[in-house]
């Protein structure tokens, strides 16, 4: 069974960082891609990053966050992070890791991780 389980959310001031991580069960992680996406209140779920398979070489990031946010995986913990630095209140979002099958095309989701920037 397919589980996707995302940890390190949390509250932050404007400016700091935090690590979000996705710890994946129930398949070959190193074959899939993943991504990240996250819903703000009252707004459409935004993707965030995408990292591709196997080495993970290839990465890509939404113009909101690239040069603050970096996608990364260790396939042998079955684990992907996102590393959230310099962040802003409009960050404050739920923010779900998802199974990859091409980009934009995700079958499985996380339950999500709370992260709040206030001043």
């Known amino acids: 069974q397919v589980k996707l389980v995302e940890s390190g959310g949390g509250l932050v001031q404007p400016g700091g960082s935090l690590r979000l991580s996705c710890e994946a069960s129930?398949?070959?992680?190193?074959?899939?891609?993943v991504s990240w996406y996250r819903r703000s209140p009252g707004k459409e779920l935004e993707w965030v990053a995408t990292i591709s398979s196997t080495t993970g070489d290839f990465t890509t990031h939404a113009p909101s966050v690239k040069g603050r946010f970096t996608i990364s995986r260790d396939n042998t913990k079955d684990t992907v992070y996102l590393q959230m630095n310099r962040l802003k209140p409009e960050d404050t979002a739920v923010y779900y890791c998802s199974r990859t099958l091409e980009f934009r095309r995700e079958d499985f989701w996380g339950q999500g991780t709370q992260v709040t920037v206030f001043s």
């Open positions: 129930g398949f070959t992680f190193s074959r899939f891609a």
